[in-house]
């Protein structure tokens, strides 16, 4: 029996949430509600496709148009808001054999790519996937490139003291040196969401570098998202902010997505090494699993994350168009 992929229906989006609460690979931004979100705040034409064997949900794949001077271009997740990852999310694929999982998988991507290609002809496509896709094939096979990208995660399913020896000596002293009653750590609201945001904008801005997420987007993600939840950590000196550190939650894992920049305030407090371990330690309170230090491709950066003892996971960026149509990549913001 072939795989039939469509948009979703509204019987379709009705159970959207439920099919990717179901899939390994299903995020936050996956969610109906933030998709519907990354629509309103890229200028993209959102297209949720939905593929079914039978009766049966086989996957999902949300991809964004945007045309400009009528050429179209398709993007998952939307360029210029800093979505870490999105991509093709799959569903009833794991008691499968090897053989039987490859063919369902490759029928459904074949199925949305063609959808794509007939009905929206784009001259370049962009996908970053979830970490739970561990095959670029499909992809590579309907004339995308494949780059395989990095992250860390630290495993959080364990005894908060062993999590604590595992960390390298620097970040151990950080944080058990530190003087409890110098700083607070709490989870805030809008207006601390508000604070990290600007403080990464002005920190990238003195460094030369754009950033245009649009603040309204992080705070109508935090608003409208159905099961995930933004946290924004904050760390305070004499109730003063000092830094902070937006967290993405979805299912048994939370990711480091903004925040965590150099502060420019002049307190003696390890500031990010402080915010880290909260959420860490928050999380496995609450019996998350994983810490999604999102991204691990540039070298300075990867100094401070992997004092933690994460593990190394692999992403792909996919990449289709002609090497001319390449350059309207300079759309699509990194997140790295």
């Known amino acids: 029996m072939s795989i039939d992929v469509r948009v979703a229906t509204d019987e379709d989006r009705e159970r959207w949430n439920e099919f990717v609460e179901r899939s390994p690979q299903g995020t936050l931004c996956h969610e109906l509600e933030a998709l519907e979100v990354q629509a309103d705040h890229s200028g993209a034409a959102l297209h949720p496709l939905i593929g079914f064997k039978g009766q049966e949900p086989v996957g999902l ?73 561990a095959d670029s094939r499909p992809f590579k096979w309907n004339e995308f490139d494949a780059t395989p990208e990095y992250t860390y995660a630290v495993d959080l399913a364990r ?114 090494d402080l915010l880290d371990w909260a959420i860490m330690t928050d999380a496995r309170d609450r019996e998350l699993e994983t810490y999604d230090l999102v991204g691990a491709d540039t070298r300075r950066i990867n100094r401070y994350k992997a004092k933690f003892n994460p593990d190394l996971e692999t992403y792909y960026s996919l990449e289709y168009g002609s090497w001319g149509m390449r350059t309207v990549a300079s759309l699509y913001d990194s997140v790295k």
């Open 159 to 272: 005894e908060r003291d062993e999590l604590l020896l595992s960390f390298s000596s620097d970040a151990r002293s950080n944080i058990t040196n530190a003087d409890e009653d110098a700083y607070e750590v709490s989870v805030g609201g809008l207006e601390e969401i508000r604070l990290i945001h600007e403080q990464v904008k002005n920190r990238y801005e003195s460094q030369g570098i754009g950033f245009d997420v649009p603040v309204e987007f992080v705070l109508d993600l935090a608003e409208r998202t159905a099961n995930g939840h933004v946290r924004p950590y904050v760390l305070r000196v004499d109730g003063s902010f000092v830094g902070g550190i937006l967290a993405l939650e979805y299912g048994d894992t939370t990711g480091r997505w903004m925040g965590g920049v150099r502060t420019d305030a002049d307190v003696d407090v390890p500031t990010n």
């Open 61 to 133: 794949f949300p991809v964004f148009e945007l045309r400009k001077r009528f050429v179209a271009t398709v993007f998952s997740p939307p360029p210029h808001i800093r979505v870490p990852y999105l991509g093709p999310a799959f569903l009833n694929m794991g008691k499968l054999k090897q053989r039987k999982r490859e063919r369902r998988r490759q029928r459904f991507m074949d199925g949305c790519l063609d959808w794509i290609r007939t009905e929206l002809s784009p001259r370049y496509a962009h996908v970053r996937t979830s970490t739970g896709v």
